[in-house]
């Protein structure tokens, strides 16, 4: 099970974190991934990690701006964003795709488990 949390109302520029606790699940076999979805838009992969192999991914539209971390631990993965865009503004989930047969970057096919979407929106 994917529970999100974090989010909520940032503002241009601005930083917001989101959490992701992947209860049960051994992240060591899957692909952690957060995808977003704007309204009218389809879902679409933002950044992923495999840990197992130190393998990070981000789409152009949010390199250099967002950072995604693992704390194996606390088994949660992370999406730091920074430089908020009011284009940023989506719904996100977290996901998890089985590592030995998802594409890389995971396609939303491909994921075997979602979290519930939390609200990020970017906003002065």
């Known amino acids: 099970q994917l529970v999100e949390s974090g989010g909520g109302l940032g503002k241009p520029g601005g930083s917001l974190r989101l959490s992701c606790l992947a209860a049960?699940?051994?992240?060591?076999?899957?692909?952690m991934a957060w995808f977003r979805q704007a309204p009218g838009n389809s879902r679409e992969v933002v950044s992923c990690?495999?840990?197992?192999?130190?393998?990070?991914y981000y789409r152009d539209f949010v390199e250099g701006r967002f950072t995604i971390s693992i704390d194996n631990a606390r088994n949660t993965i992370y999406l730091q964003m920074d430089s908020l865009k009011p284009e940023d503004t989506a719904l996100y989930y977290c996901?998890?795709?089985?590592?030995?047969?998802?594409?890389?970057?995971?396609?939303?096919?491909?994921?075997?488990?979602w979290g519930q979407g939390i609200q990020v929106t970017v906003s002065s």
């Open positions: 996901a998890a795709a089985e590592a030995y047969t998802t594409d890389w970057p995971p396609y939303h096919t491909d994921v075997k488990y």
């Open positions: 990690i495999y840990n197992s192999e130190d393998k990070v």
């Open positions: 049960g699940l051994r992240m060591d076999y899957f692909v």
